[in-house]
């Protein structure tokens, strides 16, 4: 690392970091769309913690540009735990607009934190990693279901099977929490 870089070892992890910036402030924007009013975290310093975080990963591990963007939704949503975690003791109101109601048949749970839809995702990932994947791509990272398929290396179809069944279980879990 002598060329002054940010950690990125050579020219091709330099141009798959350049290729996925804005879709990563898309991504962030959208995180941020999912936080209380007046979160003082902004989507360029979600960014950039997730650039600190990627760049210590060995670039060539990432098969395609979309899956460096799902490694960086992740490391996104981890700050943002991170972060509701530090403010929980001062705060209690931070909550979480995921849209999960036109899942069929799915009550509409009540607003959620952070912390709690965390939570119930990382029961979902435990139990069906798979609909974990879609829904995290989906909900958390806002991809399209043509980006996820390519992200997860299955059809469309399946995305949206298992986008269906990842919301119905979310909302089940958020409503059985509520009563």
Known sequence: MTDGSIGLEDA?????????????????????????????????????????KLAQDDARRYASPLHYVRTAVRAMRHTLIDYARRTASARRDYSLRVTLDDAHGVQRPPPTSLLEICEVLQQLDAAHP?????????????????????????????????????????ADRLCASDR
């Open 12 to 52: 091709a992890s330099a141009a798959l970091a350049t290729v996925s910036y804005e879709e990563l402030r898309r991504v962030a924007r959208r995180l941020m769309l999912a936080e209380r009013e007046g979160h003082t975290l902004r989507a360029t310093a979600l960014v950039h913690e997730a650039f600190i």
């Open 130 to 170: 798979k609909l974990a994947a879609v829904f995290e791509l989906r909900a958390l990272g806002g991809l399209k279901v043509r980006e996820c398929a390519e992200v997860l290396g299955i059809s469309e179809r399946t995305v949206n099977t298992r986008w269906e069944a990842g919301r119905a279980w979310i």
